[in-house]
Every structure is written in C-alpha cells, then in structure tokens.
C-alpha cells in the first residue's frame, strides 16, 4: 500500500448538536475520490497523542456530496461498536478540542461506497498511525468546542446567540463581502465575554437559493447551484471560523429552497425536482450535524443543561390552500410534528414547572404584519407567518391555555428587523396568569431595500383591533404587545437568568456595539 496522505476538510469542521456527553462533528471533503474522515482528540496542551481512543474513522459519502458527521463520545470508527475500537469518553461542562481532515481510499480499495465498514477498517492503517500527519495540519482543521452542564444551578446563566436571514456574498451586481463581517462580533460573545454565549441558533435563510427574488435570476434549480450556495456561504472566513468554534443549531426558511415555499408547489414537476435539489443540500449541509429526535424528520428537541428546545420545520410540512380565500385548510406544520410539540411542552411543564419553553420557529409567531389587519382576515392567503395558518396557531394556543403552560418563548427571524414581544391571554383569571413571548432576530445581513420597518408591524394588538380568538366558546383571547424593533443588521445575545427568573435580550450590529436591550420577567418561580 502507497503512504496514504491526509488532507484538510474542503469546509468545516462545523460543531454540531452537544450534549454533556457528545459532540457531533461535520467536514466535506474536496474533490471525488471515494474519501473517510479522520478525527483525533487533542491532549488539554494541545498536542496528538497515540491513544486509540483519540482518533476514529468515519465515512464521508459521495451521494452526500462528500459530507460526513462523527458524533464524538459515542461513536467509534465507522459506528463499529467493540470493532472500531473504545469511543472517546466526554465529560460534562468540559472544553475539547479535535482535529478532523480527509483520507482517499484510491490507493485502499475499489468503489468504496460498495464496501462494508467492517472490511474497510481493517483494510486501513491503525486510526492513531495519522496523528503526526493531523499535528502537521493548520489551524483550519481544529475545532473547539465545551459539552454542556448536565444541569444549570440558581447560580448559573444560560447564554445563547440567535440570527437568521443572511444575504449571500456571491450577487454580481452587489458588492456582498459585508455579509461576513458581522460573524466578527458573534465570535466575540463566544470567546470575548465573561459568559460566553454557548451556541448558535441560526433560524432559517442561512443560504438564499433565490437571491433577486422575486425575479427568478440567479435562482438554484439544480444540486449543482445548491451546493455552490452552501459552499460559498459556509467557506467565508469570518463564518467558517464562527461553525468550528461553537454548536451550531440550525433549521430552514423559505430560501433555503425558493422564496414563500410551500409543499402545494411539489405538485408541479418543477417543483418537485426543486424541492429534491434543495432538501438534499439542506439535510448535506445543516440537518446532518444537529440532532434526531424525530428519526428523519427534520425537526428536533434538545436541552442544555435541563433548559428545553424544540425547533420546528415550517417548510416541508407547510400546506396553503389556493382554491379559495378561507385560511382553516391552511397548514403551518404536519399533525404528526404539532402533537410531538404539544406533548413536548405538556411534559416539560409536569417536569420542569415554569422553566422558561424555547420554541424556535423560522416564521414569526407575533407581531402580525399590518397588511393582515387592514382588510378582511379571509384576504391574508399571501402572507408567510403565522397568521396565515389560524388553525395551526390555535391548536397550539389551546394546549398551553388547557395545560397552563407558562414561559413558552418563541425564537424567530425571517422579517428583516429584531424585536421583543409580550404576550397576554384573556378570558378568566387562570389563564391571564400565562406568560409567553416572542423574540425576533433578523437580518444577519441584507440589502439596504430589502430592510423591514416598525411601521409595517402591529405593535399593540388591541389598539390595532387584532386580537385571536383562541377559543370562542369559553371567550378565550390573545393580545400582543411589540416593541424595542430593531432596523439595522443585527443578531441577539439572549441570556437566561436563573436566579433572577428573567431573559435579557442584547441586539448586537455588525460593529459589535448593542443597538437594543430588553429584559423580559417571566412568569415564576421555577
């Protein structure tokens, strides 16, 4: 056999979901060769070292455009279990660090895809005979990351960074390189801070594959166009070095596939082959290293330190109706993923009690866009947020007003400004004790005409005479209030204190300076 020569990731590392235990790791390899990936522990000096333990294979497939995953603390080489030897012990609340690269199996073997992993491990060296050759490689191919707390205490804050919407580098009429540069000050609150923030929640248009919609030029039809899109916006400096260092949480919007998407436009076969080409890339690029609550299903729970998340798909279950102008057919998400969100918060309120309920939802639950509250609700077919899916939002309602779910806060973006909202319930005295909210974090970086206003928002739903009916019956409503918007480029600091039983919320500009600041008290004690 040839000497076998490493090379480093084409994009990532990305870290990925964490847990007080594991890590999952993500790399694409460059070029077509049949590849593996390689992952070694460094000692806390940061040097290799031979411990088989250290260093484990994984497979980087050419039907995933050359991508892989290694969930660190519980695989082995090529999930082998007892055969690809002891997986890498984490411990809890603890800093790590790795180094991953890229192996061609040219000089091993044949169509590698075709060979199982069982015979493609012992057709390879020992993991650990690559550690010299991974302490020659740069920077670029470490990351860093720290498990999470089994469990935060009175004395410890939850910090955590939210954003969405980022304009691509690429459009040949705008000069985009801006779109970086506010990655600069997120690594700041990652590394800069006395708490730092623990992980990223990127929320949707992370990509857009139609940047001059709604013109249809420039627009990703093929898998060709969507990986360029993910390998562009991935591979710039400021981005690149931001995925390495800390978890990243992501889920889709509409422009991860095509602007206002919704599954009635699979029924086209145009439109399904865009949708096969976008999903494709989506589930490569950003839903390999999250986590598998829901076996394939793209949406997932996880929790740091006992505080829950549940992060929705709103794209490929979303179902608007067209033959007329009633809105009650309209689906936000599937049946299936709106009962696993219900029991999901009926069981975090039985075992956690009024702990704060993270719900991360791509499309804005509250403020509603002023458009919809001009005319007549039937007319609101067009819009995108949740006010076009009534039905979706009052089955939700009704569970936390039937199990006095307090605390849930919703995480968005999508709209091109940041804000804060508080939102109240009606009906009798119980249920005006539920606290929930709305946080919005939007646009990581957009062109100056495509930036949202306050004006184009209700602010105070019932000064706007906007308030949801929950339940008609029993005289159940919602009202809003809005404020602290946000017009500039910006992602959030969000802060959970414990002790004091609060959220504070620190929109951050692309300069790194707080262009707004919000504490939200929420409903107690925990």
């Known amino acids: ?130 550690v010299h050759q991974l302490a020659a490689l740069g920077h670029e191919t ?67 594959a139609d940047p001059c919609c709604p013109l249809p030029i420039f627009a990703a039809t093929t898998d060709k166009d969507f990986k360029g899109r993910y390998q562009k916006a991935f591979g710039s400096p400021n981005m690149r070095r931001l995925l390495r260092s800390v978890p990243q949480y992501m889920t889709l919007d509409d422009h991860e596939i095509e602007n206002n998407w919704a599954q009635d436009k699979v029924k086209t076969q145009a439109g399904s082959a865009l949708f096969d080409a976008a999903m494709r890339s989506y589930r490569n690029y950003q839903w390999s290293h999250g986590p598998r609550s829901f076996d394939k299903s793209l949406y997932y729970q996880f929790e740091y330190g006992g505080i829950p998340f549940f992060v929705l798909d709103e794209r490929t279950e979303r179902y608007k109706e067209h033959a007329g102008e009633q809105l009650d057919d309209n689906g936000l998400i599937g049946l299936s993923q709106l009962n696993q969100l219900c029991q999901w918060l009926e069981k975090q309120q039985k075992s956690r009690g009024d702990i704060p309920k993270f719900i991360v939802s ?17 007319k609101s077919v067009g819009a995108d947020s949740w006010p076009a899916f009534p039905s979706t939002r009052r089955a939700l309602l009704q569970t936390i007003i039937a199990k006095s779910i307090q605390n849930v806060v919703f995480l968005s973006g999508d709209i091109h400004c940041s804000c804060v909202t508080e939102i109240a319930f009606s009906g009798h005295a119980a249920v005006e004790k539920i606290k929930a909210f709305s946080i919005v974090s939007s646009p990581l970086y957009c062109f100056p005409f495509t930036r949202s206003h306050a004006s184009r928002y209700v602010q105070n739903s019932k000064d706007s005479q906007d308030t949801f009916v929950v339940d008609q019956e029993r005289g159940i409503t919602m009202d809003y209030h809005a404020f602290n918007f946000v017009e500039k480029d910006n992602f959030c600091r969000i802060d959970f204190d414990r002790a004091k039983n609060c959220l504070d919320i620190v929109a951050i500009g692309a300069d790194g300076l707080a262009l707004q600041k919000t504490r939200l008290n929420l409903s107690g004690p925990i």
């Open 362 to 378: 791509a499309s804005v639950f509250v403020p509603n866009p002023i458009r919809k509250i001009k005319d007549d609700s039937s």
């Open 142 to 208: 470490e990351a860093t990351f720290r498990t999470f707390p089994e469990i935060i205490n009175l004395r410890e804050n939850l910090s955590f960074l939210l954003c969405s919407c980022r304009y691509p580098i690429d459009v040949r009429f705008w000069k985009g390189e801006r779109s970086d540069d506010i990655f600069k000050p997120m690594m700041d609150q990652v590394f800069g801070n006395i708490n730092p923030a623990r992980f990223v929640l990127m929320v949707g248009d992370q990509i857009y």
């Open 1 to 130: 056999m040839n000497q076998l020569n490493l090379r480093s990731p084409k994009l990532g590392p990305i870290v990925g979901h964490t847990t007080a235990r594991s890590c999952r790791l993500w790399i694409q390899a460059e070029g077509t060769d049949d590849t593996v990936g390689i992952i070694t522990v460094l000692k806390e000096n940061g040097q290799t070292d031979t411990d088989k333990r250290r260093t484990h294979y994984f497979r980087l497939r050419r039907e995933e455009d050359q991508t892989g995953t290694f969930n660190l603390g519980e695989d082995s080489s090529f999930s082998l279990g007892k055969e690809g030897g002891e997986p890498f012990p984490l411990e809890p609340n603890t800093t790590y660090q790795v180094k991953m690269a890229a192996l061609s199996l040219k000089d091993v073997v044949d169509h590698a895809g075709a060979v199982s992993d069982d015979i493609l491990f012992k057709k390879l060296p020992t993991p650990s005979s690559f």
